[in-house]
Nanobody
Framework: QVQLVESGGGLVQAGGSLRLSCAVS????????MGWFRQGPGKEREFVAA????????VYADSVKGRFTISRDNAKNTVYLQMNSLKPEDTAVYYC???????????????????WGQGTQVTVSS
């Protein structure tokens, strides 16, 4: 069983920044593609960003391109999401997820991710 723990959420004014972290248990972190998803009030969970095993492939949702940056440090078993120029519509619970079936590629389909963290709340005030 893979354990994922998100941190770094909080309350920020529009235009501000936050950096989310996701710590992953075990020694096989580098074999997983990693993704960030979010779920706003009354909305379905949606894809935000994903990164391949060693970081060579990255995909972003159109809504966050140019504002968010995903990265990973395999030596620390951690994936990050740097969020800049935050908007009220970014308000959501942010989830970290792992895709153990990836062969160096990344996908945006929720069903492909087998392991999930409990989420961290991000609230952006206008």
């Amino acid at each position: 069983q893979v354990q994922l723990v998100e941190s770094g959420g909080g309350l920020v004014q529009a235009g501000g920044s936050l950096r989310l972290s996701c710590a992953v248990s075990g020694r096989t972190f580098s074999s997983y593609a990693m993704g960030w998803f979010r779920q706003g009030p009354g909305k379905e969970r949606e894809f935000v960003a994903a990164i391949s095993r060693i970081g060579g492939s990255i995909v972003y949702a159109d809504s966050v391109k140019g504002r968010f940056t995903i990265s990973r440090d395999n030596a620390k078993n951690t994936v990050y999401l740097q969020m800049n120029s935050l908007k009220p519509e970014d308000t959501a619970v942010y989830y970290c997820a792992a895709d153990p079936r990836s062969l160096g590629r990344v996908v945006v389909t929720i069903s492909r991710y087998d392991y999930w963290g409990q989420g961290t709340q991000v609230t952006v005030s206008s």
